[in-house]
């Protein structure tokens, strides 16, 4: 270890004096502050109607000794290591949180002992706890510190800090999204993840970690972003990024094999996600080249929400193994052991709290790549406080399941502070630990085939000490029938002395794809030059065999492994993403040389569908002038056109300027809306030395009526002429965001007086009301305010105006000055005051919040305990929901606008008190991601939304109506975040009682992806 150990031997005084004059100093019980916490504790008494699955049964092993496990671990002698994460989100317990010990002393398979190893305020909101003998690697949010036990007590004497990262808007120093559980790998190092919200990490000097190939581990895009995973030595040094650009990752898990799998979390999209996790792959949650996220436009943009989330039709991304859905994705693991049942034997397990149940994976190889079916393990239909955040595997195979066990399993806060540990095990299994010998190499290696990762921890450390005399036990094992046995032995056996190259030659003669790829996996673990071993497994009958050979040629940059790659790329079918991200993970370092040298070889053949494909995805810039020419190409299908453009923006450089002049010196009659698409690239230089471009723009421009391409363009060139069609626009898609940005467009070429006109007749107004709803500036105030102050105006269009202003903020600042000021009639002032509470800026929700009393007398609402009594008619939910305004925020299924959190499986998420709570007091659960930003530009002007992508030069912002706004940073002068959640308080003011009980029951029943 690099850092000298600390020693906290004193931290025990923490510990109350009550508990140590009491003599509980072996087994530290729970401190007196929490035992009135533990007496009232729902866990102790709640029963819990499990769906098991066949074969198997649930039993309690722990209750009342624990409060929020975020994570836990099973040692070698069965004992159950707790992260518990008492003060998530807040800071009640001052000493801090703690690491259990709870131990089964009298064999009756219930915990009767619980042992404090760490307590301290360093580990608040503590993610993850991973035991290694005398030791625990433990992560914090924003730390990942080593304890150690020297003297055999069960409490930690030393600490050092291994790595620390930066939690961006922590609460209380944490964030979910920051730094996760940590797991001891077969090869002998540490697998650890973070999400989002961790912005780098660096060394307990402050030093920025810097990778193996020497970029930084942050979110800066140099290369890396977002979640990443990540592989170290035992003593942090050499570090990998393993792979990038996830969302909330909560942990990484590895086989025998070396494959790391793992889940991550949506944005309350129905989109969670998990991964097989290619070395050195791209995961797609924001855009590679802008940091845009997925609800920036782009060309090829994916259809389901389920792919736009994760970008998974841009080249450059690896696919995604499974769509779990809504959820909130935790604790996962393989499980390698024989008790549990047979569709469960090498498969990941994983803890879904937003799901109340623990799933299993069970994955075939398909390709490359694999595909994966859902089984559920242990569910809970009725007990919803059942919150499975973690599963650990005993040393007998049982299943241990971490229960965070509390109503909410979001938004940040929890209700119980409570928790329980289950054992899964076929019915009657008793709780049996097996005793090992790890003094000698033949018990070493029986310790090495354990189910848990303890004891294998433990195993391979002596095995590795033993050195040579571990070699006889160990070659044994590597002719077992369980090739995860023979991989494991094969590791080790790497480990000692100069076995590397031995071991890999086993390896390769494996009748095990999973084996014979491990010898690729052992070469790069110990720096050996790989080419001769890819050379040797090149035209392997396995594709994911095949994978790994291109995997293993990444930035290397000999004259034989562009000769490698080319086999490999020979041998892409044409349907095989996996392979082909392989491919171009493969090609990093010598894209030009290997894309000339596949060229070389196939000749014209390049034209193919999979020759196309190796195109699309190649990073070479010869690359960009071939998309061109098969975009220009008559055999190239018309519908490979987005995915071929997209392609594009993944080149810069000379040659990229070369593939866009080819195509836009092209024929646009023959695809016009390729050409349009294509054009929205070219710079204002570009179309200033090219003039007829411009008239191939302009024949193919009015075919692109009704799209925001012709929006833009139209702005782009002044094209005032086109006005009319604008107009039409309008006319057509009032709420929708071609028709938006039209009305917008039409002012800004101040043409206003055509919306005038069309405002002064109520029997054309009403689109342009609508449109202007949304326009947020000066002009649609001033428009819309006419509209409602004109008296010979109907009475249903001056209201309708009223509704439009409070959609934004300008014209809702407006229409606070208009009832200060008594300028509206009497019977304007409810709806007038029903529009600002529904507005987007705080300010205008708090003037209506304060007028409230022209609503609703409070007299006239229900208290809580009344709405839950009250028996919903879900037939007249959807019709609250759109009486409400939710439906210009939220969508279900394809409802609605995508502005605030998805709905579609809300349902499954909240009970309908959650939901109660989450519709009258927004401010107290907003759900991550949707935290406001107000900004004020150097204009004056105010906009409030969501940060959609921030770069150097320019915010971008989801704005209401499901629009964005994209703000120059120098035009800023006025940056906050907004302590309020975006979504109005007061809705009880504009729906009546019944209609709220009745939304909140439809809403219950969202819980499928599609509106019900």
């Not at 502050?33 to 049964?57: C, D, H």
């Not at 703690?98 to 608040?124: C, H, K, M, W």
């Not at 309708?800 to 809702?812: C, E, K, R, T, Y």
């Not at 930003?933 to 150097?952: E, N, P, W």
Request: hydrophobic share 40%.
């Amino acid at each position: 270890m690099s850092e000298q150990m600390v020693r906290i031997r004193t931290g025990r005084s923490v510990v109350p004096v009550v508990l140590l004059m009491a003599g509980l100093v072996q087994a530290l019980k729970t401190p007196p502050a929490e035992l009135l916490a533990q007496q009232t504790n729902p866990a102790v008494s709640k029963s819990a109607p499990f769906i098991v699955a066949q074969g198997l049964a649930v039993e309690p092993f722990a209750k009342e000794q624990l409060s929020n496990p975020a994570s836990i671990d099973v040692d070698d002698r069965g004992r159950v290591w707790v992260a518990e994460a008492f003060n998530y989100r807040k800071k009640t317990r001052q000493a801090g949180d703690r690491i259990l010990i709870l131990e089964d002393s009298d064999g009756n398979g219930r915990a009767d002992r619980s042992t404090v190893f760490y307590q301290n305020p360093d580990i608040d909101g503590v993610h993850g706890v991973c035991v290694l003998g005398n030791r625990a690697i433990v992560s914090a949010p924003d730390r990942i510190l080593l304890v150690t036990d020297t003297d055999g007590d069960d409490q930690a004497d030393e600490k050092q800090v291994l790595f620390v990262g930066k939690v961006i808007n922590p609460v209380h120093g944490q964030h979910d999204h920051a730094i996760h559980a940590v797991m001891f790998g077969p090869d002998g190092r540490l697998y650890f993840n973070f999400g989002n919200f961790n912005a780098e990490l660096r060394r307990p000097d402050g030093t920025l970690v810097t990778d193996v190939f020497g970029n930084p581990v942050n979110n800066s895009r140099q290369p890396y972003q977002e979640g990443m995973v990540i592989r170290c030595e035992m003593d942090g040094s050499r570090v990998e990024v393993l792979g990038h650009n996830f969302r909330n990752n909560w942990e990484v898990t590895v086989d025998s094999f070396g494959s790391m799998w793992q889940s991550d979390n949506d944005n309350e999209l129905s989109s969670c996600r998990v991964n097989f996790v290619m070395e050195y792959g791209n995961y797609g949650y924001r855009d590679e080249k802008t940091g845009a996220d997925y609800r920036s436009r782009r060309t090829n943009i994916e259809a389901t929400m389920q792919r736009r989330m994760w970008h998974q039709n841009d080249p450059g991304v690896v696919p995604n193994l499974l769509i779990t859905g809504s959820g909130a994705p935790t604790g996962i693991l393989v499980y390698e052991g024989d008790l549990l049942p047979e569709q469960f034997h090498g498969q990941m397990i994983h803890a879904e709290p937003g799901r109340n149940r623990v799933w299993a994976f069970p994955a075939q190889q398909a390709g490359a790549g694999y595909t994966a079916r859902i089984v559920d393990l242990v569910r809970n239909d009725v007990d919803h406080d059942y919150r499975p955040a973690d599963v650990s595997v005993a040393p007998d195979g049982s299943l241990l399941i971490a229960d965070w066990f509390d109503p909410v399993d979001c938004c940040h806060r929890t209700i119980n502070d409570a928790g329980r540990i289950f054992r899964v095990a076929p019915p009657g299994h008793a709780y049996r630990v097996p005793a090992y010998d790890y003094q000698t190499a033949e018990g070493a290696v029986q310790a090495l085939q354990s189910p848990n990762l303890s004891a294998r921890y433990r195993a391979w450390t002596a095995l590795v000490g033993m050195q040579v005399n571990a070699r006889s036990a160990l070659d044994v094992l590597a002719s077992n029938p369980n090739p995860r046995f023979r991989a494991r032995a094969l590791w080790a056996l790497a480990a000692i002395g100069d076995g590397a190259a031995q071991a890999i030659e086993t390896a390769l003669r494996d009748k095990s794809a999973d084996v014979r790829l491990l010898a690729l996996r052992i070469a790069r673990r110990h720096r050996l030059p790989v080419e001769a071993f890819v050379r040797r497994l090149v035209r392997d009958d396995s594709a994911q065999v095949r994978r790994e050979c291109a995997v293993s040629l990444h930035r290397l940059e000999s004259a034989e492994s562009v000769q490698l790659w080319v086999e490999l790329a020979t041998q892409y079918d044409g349907h095989d993403r996996w392979y082909l991200e392989a491919l171009g993970i493969g090609e990093k370092g010598k894209e030009a040389a290997c894309l000339k040298a596949w060229l070389k070889r196939v000749g014209t053949a390049w034209k193919t569908p999979a020759g196309r494909d190796i195109i699309w995805r190649s990073r070479a810039p010869q690359a960009a002038p071939l998309l061109a020419e098969l975009l220009q190409d008559p055999q190239v299908p018309t519908g490979e056109h987005p995915r071929l453009l997209r392609a594009l923006d993944f080149h810069e450089g000379e040659l990229h300027q070369v593939a866009l002049t080819t195509l836009l010196q092209g024929d646009a009659q023959r695809h016009p809306a390729t050409y349009l698409e294509a054009f929205q690239r070219a710079s204002p230089e570009f179309v200033q030395s090219h003039p007829r471009v411009m008239e191939q723009v302009e024949a193919a421009l009015i075919a692109s009526k009704g799209t925001v391409t012709f929006v833009d363009l139209v702005a782009r060139f002044k094209r005032r002429d086109l006005i009319g069609h604008l107009m039409d626009m309008v006319r057509s898609g009032p709420e929708t965001e071609p028709g938006i940005r039209a009305a917008d467009q039409i002012i800004a070429f101040n043409k206003g007086s055509l919306i005038g006109k069309e405002l002064a007749d109520p029997s054309r107004s009403a689109p342009f009301i609508k449109a202007l709803g949304f326009v947020d500036n000066e002009h649609s105030r001033t428009y819309l305010t006419g509209v409602v102050t004109n008296e010979s105006q109907p009475e249903a269009t001056r209201l309708l105006a009223i509704a439009a202003m409070g959609q934004s903020a300008v014209p809702a600042r407006e229409l606070v000055r208009l009832v200060e000021q008594n300028k509206l009639p009497k019977e304007f002032l409810a709806p007038a005051v029903r529009a600002l509470t529904l507005s987007p800026g705080p300010g205008t929700r708090m003037f209506a919040a304060g007028k409230v009393e022209l609503l609703v007398p409070a007299g006239g609402r229900w208290p809580l305990p009344r709405l839950l009594a009250t028996t919903p008619d879900i037939t007249r939910g959807f019709a609250a929901f759109q009486k409400g305004g939710c439906i210009k925020c939220h969508k279900i299924g394809d409802l609605g606008q995508e502005f605030g959190p998805a709905l579609s499986a809300i349902g499954s998420k909240l009970t309908s008190q959650q939901l109660f709570s989450a519709i009258l007091k927004p401010s107290e659960t907003i759900s991550q991601g949707y935290e406001g930003v107000t900004v004020v530009t150097d204009q004056g002007t105010l906009h409030t939304g969501f940060v959609i992508t921030d770069t150097k030069e320019t915010l971008t912002l989801r704005i209401p109506g499901g629009l964005q706004k994209e703000i120059p940073k120098e035009s800023i002068e006025v940056r906050n975040r907004s302590k309020v959640s975006l979504m109005p308080q007061g809705i009880d003011a504009v729906l009546l009682p019944r209609e709220l009980v009745d939304l909140v029951g439809w809403l219950k029943t969202q819980r499928t992806g599609k509106a019900q």
